[in-house]
């Protein structure tokens, strides 16, 4: 790959920050599986954001903290109430309907969000034995088309599953660039949204791989030791997972990753603002630019830039911009955009 991608914030660096905080826990022995001074001081970071009763486990990738959080919180007859789009639906491969056996209910929506209206129609045959029970409402945010829940769009949400008994799980693989598109603290979008159980997404935010479950509800946390185990998302030398999660949140790395990653969208949107032949699908509130174009001239520019086409049947493509994408990369890439689809 030459140049700078758009095709996904995964496709990014690793931020040196990250890389030198590996270095650094990389130094004498230290007891396994997360019995030691550097996942320590994570937890006490996450606590220090999230609040003291936070129980907080580290893990490999955001499958995998979305199969361990999900699993905690079903049983086998239950069911979570999702998006369409949702990444727990589309892009795991089946895991967590395979490993918790739970099934999932996806929902159409037209921005990627659910509301209370789409629960109420989703979630039926409560108490009827021929019918999975729904459990747990599963967002994700930012969503997979890059807009955000609002804290009291969160909250709403929250509020009507609680009513009811149902748990409310997110999937933050994009968290810190909700936070930073908001303006709230990570803690504070938790504990105001309210959130039950979070997979805390580092790795597209400048990490290697560090991702975490955040448990908001002590009393569900008890099962999740021997979740991550079985669900082989327990790594014995822990330490260099939560060296990267301190670099991210010890002096706000993961604010300063997530800002600069949507302002660089932001850029590109406004870039091509008005453009004959670029039609923008989605407000662009994080780090992911959404636009339909002609199918001729995505195979021209596919043939000079990274990225994906993100639904075929619409010609619509998917451009996403990281921490480490600068502002000529953007400039560069919107000019050639321009160029081509005025041709």
């Given at each position: 790959m030459?140049?700078a991608s758009?095709g996904?914030?995964?496709h990014?660096?690793?931020?040196?920050?990250?890389?030198?905080?590996?270095a650094?826990?990389?130094?004498?022995?230290?007891?396994a599986?997360?019995?030691?001074a550097?996942?320590?001081k994570?937890?006490?970071l996450?606590?220090?954001?999230?609040?003291?009763?936070a129980e907080?486990?580290?893990v490999?990738n955001g499958?995998g903290?979305?199969?361990?959080?999900?699993?905690?919180?079903?049983?086998?007859w239950?069911a979570v109430?999702?998006?369409?789009?949702?990444?727990?639906?589309?892009d795991?491969?089946g895991?967590?309907?395979?490993?918790?056996?739970?099934?999932l209910?996806?929902?159409?929506?037209?921005?990627?969000?659910?509301?209370v209206e789409?629960?109420?129609?989703?979630i039926w045959?409560?108490?009827d034995?021929?019918h999975?029970?729904a459990r747990?409402?599963?967002?994700?945010?930012?969503?997979?088309?890059g807009?955000a829940?609002t804290?009291?769009?969160?909250?709403?949400?929250?509020?009507?599953?609680?009513?009811?008994?149902?748990?409310?799980?997110?999937?933050?693989?994009?968290?810190?660039?909700?936070a930073a598109?908001?303006?709230?603290?990570?803690?504070?979008l938790?504990?105001?949204?309210?959130?039950?159980?979070?997979?805390?997404?580092?790795t597209?935010?400048g990490?290697?791989l560090?991702?975490?479950?955040?448990?908001?509800?002590p009393?569900l946390?008890?099962s999740?030791p021997f979740?991550?185990?079985q669900?082989?998302?327990?790594?014995?030398k822990?330490?260099?997972?939560?060296?990267q999660l301190?670099?991210?949140?010890?002096?706000g790395l993961?604010?300063?990753?997530?800002s600069?990653a949507?302002?660089?969208a932001?850029r590109?949107?406004?870039a091509l603002?008005?453009?004959?032949g670029?039609?923008?699908?989605?407000?662009?509130?994080?780090?992911?630019?959404?636009?339909?174009?002609?199918?001729?001239?995505?195979d021209?520019?596919?043939?000079?830039h990274?990225?994906?086409?993100w639904d075929?049947?619409l010609?619509?493509?998917?451009?996403?911009?990281?921490?480490c994408?600068?502002?000529?990369?953007?400039d560069?890439?919107?000019?050639?955009?321009?160029?081509t689809t005025?041709?």
């Open positions: 030459t140049g758009f996904s914030d995964n990014a660096r690793v931020h040196p920050d990250v890389l030198a905080a590996i650094e826990a990389d130094s004498g022995w230290a007891t599986y997360g019995d030691d550097v996942t320590e994570a937890v006490s996450f606590r220090r954001d999230f609040g003291e009763h907080v486990f580290p490999f499958t903290a979305n199969v361990v959080g999900l699993q905690a919180l079903l049983r086998p239950e109430v999702c998006t369409q789009t949702a990444h727990i639906n589309v795991e491969c895991a967590p309907e395979r490993i918790s056996g739970a099934k209910v996806d929902v159409p929506t037209s921005d990627g969000k659910l509301t789409h629960l109420e129609r989703a045959g409560i108490g034995q021929h999975v029970q747990v409402v599963s967002l994700t945010e930012t969503t997979e088309l807009t829940y804290v009291a769009e969160m909250r709403a949400i929250a509020d009507w599953a609680h009513e009811r008994g149902l748990y409310l799980h997110v999937d933050g693989a994009r968290y810190a660039n909700a598109t908001l303006g709230v603290g990570l803690g504070e938790a504990a105001e949204g309210g959130i039950d159980v979070l997979s805390f997404g580092g597209k935010n990490a290697m560090a991702e975490a479950v955040v448990v908001l509800r009393e946390a008890s999740l979740l991550r185990k669900s082989m998302q327990l790594t014995s822990m330490r260099y997972v939560s060296a301190v670099a991210l949140l010890e002096d993961w604010l300063r990753n997530a600069h949507n302002a660089m932001r590109l949107a406004g603002e008005g453009a004959s670029v039609e923008v699908s989605y407000p662009v509130q994080a780090n992911a630019v959404f636009a339909v174009l002609d199918r001729a001239h995505i021209d520019l596919q043939s000079r990274t990225f994906y086409v075929e049947a010609d619509q493509v998917r451009w996403m911009t990281a921490w994408t600068t502002e000529d990369d953007v560069a890439f919107a000019a050639d955009v321009l160029a005025s041709r």
